[in-house]
């Protein structure tokens, strides 16, 4: 236990843990407040001015029309032909706007529906997490290994294995806490967006149920992050190995292997693609198509769909935290400490 | 005396598909005694850090038993490591933290109470610097922090690996004395360093570790006596005469290394042999004096890593111990 009150303490005197927190805190918080500032309450004086503008515009369009169709009708009567082409037949007289082009809810001012709009978001706040937990979580045990920091504990405590545990878990726990506590935080935010800035919608047990399960898969998702990127750090016993096979991922899976994919005809090619997974499995699935299963030319097509499933995404998830967390147990254990 | 540290044969060979094979330790054998101040010394890649590495279990060794305070290690590692202080190769701590939190961390770690961080603090000379981050500090005040760090424990058995590297005078001499302080108190101290100067007026003992062998042990006294022994220096009357009468006492069955102005000759029974031996040739001698012997000359006899003029030595090119080899 006092292994584990010592890596938390470590944890969070030290300066990327800080400074990664702060930033994910500062830069969750500009979403709430400029959905603050852009929302506005639909009531009887926003209905008027959206009625009065669309008025307006109707009739401008309207005169416009008129202008035009005026113009037309002067050519051909100076015997200019094929006015088809730019007014259109009858010099676009059958086109005259109508009334209900111009509907006034168009015209009305941004308003957050909370539940509408509060599952996406959710999928935002766990994406901007998962990455900061990848970062934090590399950097604690990459910055260990580079520092000496850690063979300087493996003096004090040599058990290799519960010591990296112990920090696998202190990262785990901590950024499972930071996930609770800044995910409470962003549902109030936006609860109190819907409340006073928009409409809060009809919000059954069913839809908080549905808001609770995107949760845990989003708070899933932060907990991956963390353990692959402390597994990486741990396997290359430095941060930048976490950092770089990160950043060298996403730009062969995401760049490098889509253009050979698609270069190549592989139906689905995104199926391969880590992205295609995230979204799976914060979104509970996402649909691939097919369009070059289709052949326009003998009419519409509904091009061939892949539905990859949160399942799948698990699966995906579960071989890739087991390789990585698996290959830097088996190194903590037969490698030598130098 | 009982013995706190003993090492039999122990091996450690590393593999790489580009280097390809390298014992970096040959069936080293090593014994430190309680209470005494050992001084555990070797040339550049020797394998004395390995040697520590793996009584401490940081590395994992190919043969051989290590027993630590009586217990065979690196299965009772765990429960003696409390009772172990060490500093293994150059300090290295976490920069941006201060030594106060460094130290406060590793007592978290490993149990030991708050209060023994300032003594310790206070110990090596860093109390009031204690604030500052480690990566303000010199080579010279993060060894006194890694020192500060290994004694953190109150241990039975301290394990320093170049304590005094990159300390001033004053530094070197309060280490000094900080280390006679400890072995008087009890405190096993196990010490690698190539400052042999020092390891002479600290160390009751020593082990000399060559191309992963031992290649002499025991008291400071009686390895420098031995040496002391078996050389004198010659000067002539006549300096021209110095090299034909190295052959003759080449020829004679001495050992003989020429210099300007003299000759050391070693390998002789008696001071006396060497003045009939020459005089018998027409040399007449003008000066004979045993040869004055330190720790240094001794340990580059010892591991052949004596600088030759005009040759680059790399540092494999050192001694390899000889079978029941001196010292053994």
Redesign the interface.
């Known amino acids: 236990m006092s292994l584990a009150k010592a890596e938390l303490r470590r944890l969070f005197k030290r300066r990327v843990t800080r400074v990664f927190l702060a930033l994910v805190l500062l830069g969750l918080a500009l979403i709430p407040l400029v959905f603050t500032l852009t929302s506005q309450k639909t009531g009887p004086e926003q209905l008027r001015a959206a009625e009065v503008k669309a008025q307006a515009d109707f009739e401008m369009a309207v005169r416009e029309h008129q202008r035009v169709v005026a113009e037309c009708e002067a050519l051909k009567a100076g015997g200019a032909t094929d006015l088809d082409m730019r007014y259109g037949p009858n010099c676009g007289k059958d086109y005259a706007p109508t009334r209900e082009m111009f509907s006034a809810e168009n015209y009305l001012p941004f308003e957050f529906t909370f539940r509408d709009e509060f599952g996406p978001s959710v999928m935002v706040f766990s994406a901007a997490v998962a990455l900061v937990a990848f970062v934090i979580g590399a950097s604690f045990v990459g910055a260990e290994w580079h520092s000496g920091g850690m063979m300087n504990l493996l003096l004090w405590r040599p058990r290799r294995i519960p010591v990296l545990l112990t920090k696998l878990g202190v990262v785990l726990a901590t950024m499972f806490g930071v996930t609770v506590v800044l995910g409470a935080l962003w549902t109030v935010a936006f609860w109190l967006i819907g409340r006073y800035d928009g409409v809060l919608g009809k919000l059954t047990a069913g839809v908080w149920q549905s808001f609770a399960l995107t949760g845990a898969r989003g708070a899933t998702l932060v907990l991956l992050a963390a353990a692959i990127g402390f597994g990486l750090a741990s396997l290359g016993r430095h941060t930048a190995m976490a950092l770089g096979v990160g950043i060298g991922g996403i730009v062969v899976s995401e760049i490098g292997l889509r253009i050979a994919l698609q270069i190549v005809e592989v139906p689905f090619a995104d199926r391969y693609v880590v992205s295609t997974y995230v979204t799976a499995w914060l979104n509970k699935e996402f649909t691939l198509y097919d369009y070059r299963s289709c052949a326009f030319s003998m009419g519409q097509c509904n091009p061939a769909e892949l539905t990859v499933t949160w399942q799948h995404s698990a699966i995906v998830f579960g071989v890739a935290l087991a390789l990585v967390l698996g290959g830097a147990i088996w190194s903590m254990r037969r490698r030598d400490i130098a | 005396m009982a013995a706190v540290l003993e090492i039999t044969g122990l091996e450690k060979t590393y593999r790489s598909r580009r280097r390809g094979v390298r014992r970096a330790l040959d069936g080293f054998d090593m014994v430190v005694e309680q209470g005494q101040v050992h001084g555990f010394l070797g040339p550049n890649g020797s394998g004395k850090t390995t040697t520590l590495?793996t009584l401490?279990?940081?590395?994992?060794p190919n043969g051989g038993r290590m027993v630590l305070l009586g217990e065979e290690v690196?299965a009772a590692?765990?429960r003696i490591?409390k009772r172990?202080g060490?500093i293994?190769e150059s300090?290295?701590?976490?920069?941006?933290?201060t030594a106060s939190?460094t130290l406060s961390?590793?007592a978290?770690?490993?149990?030991v109470s708050k209060q023994r961080v300032a003594e310790v603090l206070e110990l090596v000379g860093l109390r009031e610097r204690a604030k500052e981050r480690v990566k303000t500090y010199s080579l010279g005040m993060k060894q006194r922090l890694a020192v500060a760090?290994a004694l953190l424990?109150n241990p039975d058995l301290l394990i320093l690996d170049e304590p005094a590297n990159g300390l001033d005078p004053g530094g070197i001499r309060e280490m000094r004395t900080l280390m006679r302080g400890l072995a008087e108190s009890g405190m096993t101290v196990v010490l690698s360093s190539h400052i042999l100067g020092e390891v002479q007026l600290i160390c009751d003992s020593v082990t000399v570790i060559s191309r992963g062998r031992r290649v002499a042990h025991g008291p400071v006294a009686d390895i420098l006596a031995q040496h002391a022994g078996t050389g004198v220096t010659v000067k002539l009357e006549d300096p021209a005469e110095l090299s034909p009468a190295a052959e003759v006492l080449i020829s004679a069955g001495a050992r003989v290394t020429p210099h300007p102005d003299h000759l050391s000759v070693t390998n002789v029974d008696r001071p006396a042999w060497v003045t009939r031996t020459l005089a018998e040739k027409g040399f007449f001698v003008s000066e004979l004096a045993p040869v004055r012997v330190d720790l240094e000359s001794v340990f580059l006899d010892l591991t052949a890593t004596a600088p030759v003029p005009g040759q680059a030595r790399q540092v494999d090119d050192s001694a390899t111990a000889p079978a029941g080899g001196w010292g053994v």
């Open positions: 590495r401490l279990g940081l590395i994992r690196p590692l765990p490591a172990v060490a293994v300090p290295q701590f976490f920069p941006n933290f939190d961390l590793l978290d770690a490993g149990g760090s424990k």
